[in-house]
């Protein structure tokens, strides 16, 4: 297993090749990408067809940090964001689901694409 983070700003490039990861996360931390469709096409372009990009988030941030559309939606909102940033980056079969409701501590939500 290679776990390895790239420093997406100022410009958002992976420096890996076409077709040469078999799954990408970004834990948690969507919610502060300033260039976030132009990141997901480069997650796309590196994962092999089929493989999934799974995008986690919970009910915390950090609001300045935070963008500002990100600060203004609920829950269902981030997701449809995210998904909307999937959709934008070419990603298909984009599901949604909650791994932890927020019933016994904070939420955690994943929407997952496919390349």
């Given at each position: 297993?290679?776990?390895?983070?790239?420093?997406?700003?100022?410009?958002?490039?992976?420096?890996?090749?076409?077709?040469?990861?078999?799954?990408?996360?970004?834990?948690?931390?969507?919610?502060?990408?300033?260039?976030?469709i132009e990141v997901f096409e480069q997650v796309r372009r590196v994962l092999k067809p089929g493989s999934?990009?799974?995008?986690?988030?919970?009910?915390?941030?950090?609001?300045?940090?935070?963008?500002?559309?990100?600060?203004?939606?609920?829950?269902?909102?981030?997701?449809?964001?995210?998904?909307?940033?999937?959709?934008?980056?070419?990603?298909?079969?984009?599901?949604i689901r909650a791994l932890s409701d927020g019933v016994?501590?904070?939420?955690?939500?994943?929407?997952?694409?496919?390349?």
């Open positions: 297993m290679v776990r390895q983070a790239y420093p997406l700003t100022p410009e958002p490039v992976l420096p890996l090749e076409n077709d040469s990861i078999d799954a990408v996360l970004c834990c948690v931390s969507v919610q502060y990408l300033q260039k976030p999934p990009f799974i995008v986690s988030y919970s009910n915390r941030c950090f609001p300045t940090k935070a963008v500002a559309i990100w600060r203004s939606l609920d829950l269902q909102g981030h997701a449809a964001l995210i998904k909307f940033y999937l959709d934008g980056a070419g990603f298909s079969s984009i599901e016994r501590g904070d939420p955690l939500i994943v929407v997952i694409g496919h390349a």
